[in-house]
């Protein structure tokens, strides 16, 4: 079964970039799309982008599109979320997960769920 592991959270000023990354064990990376979703306390979890098995598509929620990118490397089994002029309202705990049916932004599109990584954004 594979598992993913988000890595690269951390406490940053608004305006900060920081990059995260899905590691994923196992030989069917490159089967799936992956995506990335956030929680903050007290919402729901909420989609953020996907990104397609070859790398050559993405998609984005509206409030992170232009400022958010994802990209994957398929050799090193790892999807990446590069995020730039952070906001507070970012702060949320971040995770990765397999994609079954891309296009799609909802939670029940994806699986095998990492643990995530916290983010917190401070003015």
């Known amino acids: 079964q594979v598992q993913l592991v988000e890595s690269g959270g951390g406490l940053v000023q608004a305006g900060d970039s920081l990059r995260l990354s899905c590691a994923a064990s196992g030989r069917t990376f490159s089967r799936y799309a992956m995506g990335w979703f956030r929680q903050a306390p007290g919402k729901e979890r909420e989609f953020v982008g996907a990104?397609?098995?070859?790398?050559?598509?993405?998609y984005y929620a509206n409030s992170v599109k232009s400022r958010f990118t994802i990209s994957r490397d398929n050799a090193k089994n790892t999807a990446y979320l590069q995020m730039n002029s952070l906001k507070p309202e970012d702060t949320a705990v971040y995770y990765c997960a397999h994609g079954f049916r891309f296009g799609s932004t909802s939670v029940g599109a994806f699986g095998s769920w990492g643990q995530g990584t916290q983010v917190t954004v401070y003015s």
């Open positions: 990104i397609s098995r070859s790398g050559a598509t993405t």
